[in-house]
């Protein structure tokens, strides 16, 4: 039979103040300290396990963002989460960037034409790619969903930047017949656009051209639709 004493005497620390009842009766409350130190244990473990929550959830990414997987469930995904404004810019590209402060990004945007600085001294190829680089960062970061912009720019014969090389005119280089010379260039201006940064450009122009009134022949490889063809899927080299 365990009597109080018993009990006292397999607590010998509790026995030697005066609240050793507190722990004999179920009725009584616990000494200050006890309900304090409880307190305390309590706050921590909430907070353990929210922390633990949180950290979890941070190391599990969105949906969209999972590389792993399928590409169309991350598409659907992010369809589900943008509003229609964030839709709506998507579908959306035009000459810009970050320097002008009227200009509202945050829905984000597809894509822009990124110019270089003013400065003459920004205007080297590294210098563009930094700033294409930096604007980037503001939409993957700073906006809602971070859906990363298209740096978009002009290259039909040659990448229309300081320092980049002009070639001949489309319809000039269609007038070759040279498929293979066709794909050296197209390679060439791929590795200039992206040493600048510029992830597409808007070349080749495949349109046939059969009415010479029109105003941008000279973007096309002519009026043959076997030429325009062959030349245009080397140009294909350019994206």
């Known amino acids: 039979m365990i009597t109080t004493e018993n009990r006292i005497a397999a607590c010998p620390a ?15 409350e616990p000494p200050g300290a006890v309900r304090s130190h409880r307190r305390v244990t309590l706050a921590a473990v909430v907070f353990a396990l929210a922390l633990g929550a949180a950290m979890a959830s941070a190391q599990t990414p969105l949906a969209y963002r999972d590389a792993r997987l399928p590409t169309a469930d991350r598409v659907r995904d992010l369809l589900g989460r943008m509003t229609l404004e964030e839709k709506f810019w998507q579908l959306f590209m035009i000459p810009g960037d970050l320097d002008d402060a009227s200009y509202d990004y945050s829905h984000g945007i597809f894509g822009l034409q990124i110019s270089p600085a003013d400065s003459a001294r920004d ?55 040279d498929t293979a010379l066709m794909g050296r260039v197209a390679g060439a201006i791929a590795r200039e656009t992206r040493s600048r940064g510029v992830r597409q450009i808007l070349s080749p122009v495949i349109n046939i051209a059969n009415d010479v009134r029109w105003g941008r022949v000279e973007e096309t490889y002519g009026e043959d639709p076997y030429l325009t063809s062959a030349m245009g899927q080397i140009g294909r080299a350019h994206v």
């Open 123 to 177: 205007n080297t190829a590294r210098r563009h790619a930094e700033r294409v680089n930096a604007i980037q960062r503001y939409f993957v970061e700073r906006t809602r969903l971070g859906i990363p912009i298209i740096p978009f720019d002009e290259a039909l014969h040659g990448f229309v930047r300081e320092g980049a090389t002009a070639f001949p005119q489309a319809i000039a280089l269609a007038a070759t017949w």
């Open 14 to 28: 509790q026995a030697a103040d005066g609240n050793w009842r507190a722990y004999l009766h179920p009725n009584l």
